[in-house]
T-cell receptor, first 112, second 114 residues
Framework: DAKTTQPNSMESNEEEPVHLPCNHS???????IHWYRQLPSQGPEYVIH???SNVNNRMASLAIAEDRKSSTLILHRATLRDAAVYYC?????????????FGKGTRLSVIA | KAGVTQTPRYLIKTRGQQVTLSCSPI?????VSWYQQTPGQGLQFLFE???????NKGNFPGRFSGRQFSNSRSEMNVSTLELGDSALYLC?????????????FGPGTRLTVL
């Protein structure tokens, strides 16, 4: 059970911003939100993660709703290289050391 | 730093055979996880090793096994191959804890069972 809901696919024009939504309405206080992406013929690649406040790195920004029931991955200027499947993952921080549970993800297409 | 490497990259086997896949984590990483990716089921967690001990196991039959060596390199073995075992097998490493650390994935080994 991935425990997150994402659209199956999205499309974006090159050099436009992209907002990838993720719903995690049953999230608990100890769950981090992780985003990974998988480019064609490659293994998944870490993008960003956060707990409560918004996060930025060189790849993307993560906006987490105040109630933490949803979040949005923001790619500020999509390039053709950003075409990939994007996975939003809830990951519990607990002493049990649980693995990542990947859902189906969102397939992002970027149009030149 | 070199990334996670997996060998071989491609493999063709027949039903009933066994196969061993290898994963070398990023230098200094002590946790190695294995995933199976198929079009129907997506990415599914197989198991995780840390300091030569299996810490976590997914819901796969006993035909799937693994081990980790003292240098953190890991192998996974699938015995009595079935057609449904055809998949991309991904290995990921992280510094210490699976829960909090970023995972770094290798390119995968594509296994085809005929």
């Amino acid at each position: 059970d991935a425990k997150t809901t994402q659209p199956n696919s999205m499309e974006s024009n090159e050099e436009e911003p992209v907002h990838l939504p993720c719903n995690h309405s049953t999230i608990s206080g100890t769950d981090y939100i992780h985003w990974y992406r998988q480019l064609p013929s490659q293994g998944p690649e870490y993008v960003i993660h956060g707990l409560t406040s918004n996060v930025n790195n060189r790849m993307a920004s993560l906006a987490i709703a105040e109630d933490r029931k949803s979040s949005t991955l923001i790619l500020h200027r999509a390039t053709l290289r950003d075409a990939a499947v994007y996975y939003c993952i809830r990951h519990t921080i607990d002493s049990g050391n649980t693995p990542l549970v990947f859902g189906k993800g969102t397939r992002l297409s970027v149009i030149a | 730093k070199a990334g996670v490497t997996q060998t071989p990259r491609y493999l063709i086997k027949t039903r009933g055979q066994q196969v061993t896949l290898s994963c070398s984590p990023i230098s200094g990483h002590r946790s190695v996880s294995w995933y199976q990716q198929t079009p129907g089921q997506g990415l599914q967690f197989l198991f995780e090793y840390f300091s030569e001990t299996q810490r976590n196991k997914g819901n796969f039959p006993g035909r799937f096994s693994g081990r980790q060596f003292s240098n953190s390199r890991s192998e996974m073995n699938v015995s009595t191959l079935e057609l449904g075992d055809s998949a991309l097998y991904l290995c990921a490493s992280s510094p210490i804890w699976l829960s909090t650390d970023t995972q770094y994935f290798g390119p995968g080994t594509r296994l085809t069972v005929l």
